[in-house]
């Protein structure tokens, strides 16, 4: 899975396992790649600057965004 910041956001990934493989705050230009087990639940701070690929595909994500910018999401299931 990549992750692609255009802006500050606090990031939070826990794998198929339930262990978080991921927990750290990123800025514009920061990409995250990551790999485990999926799926992976994912917890984004600002959701509305960040982009996620997994293999390669985008992931569309814009109907979890909250009112607040953040978004939980569950992908690779």
Request: glycine share 10%; aromatic share 6%.
């Amino acid at each position: 899975m990549q992750i692609t910041f255009n802006g500050n956001s606090h990031v939070q990934v826990d794998d198929g396992n339930d262990t978080q493989i991921y927990n750290d705050m990123q800025e514009a230009g920061d990409v995250v790649l990551i790999s485990g087990s999926a799926p992976f639940d994912i917890l984004l701070g600002d959701a509305s600057t960040t982009e996620l690929r997994l293999n390669g595909s985008k992931v569309d994500f814009s109907s979890s965004i909250r009112i607040d910018n953040s978004a939980r999401l569950t992908i690779g299931l």
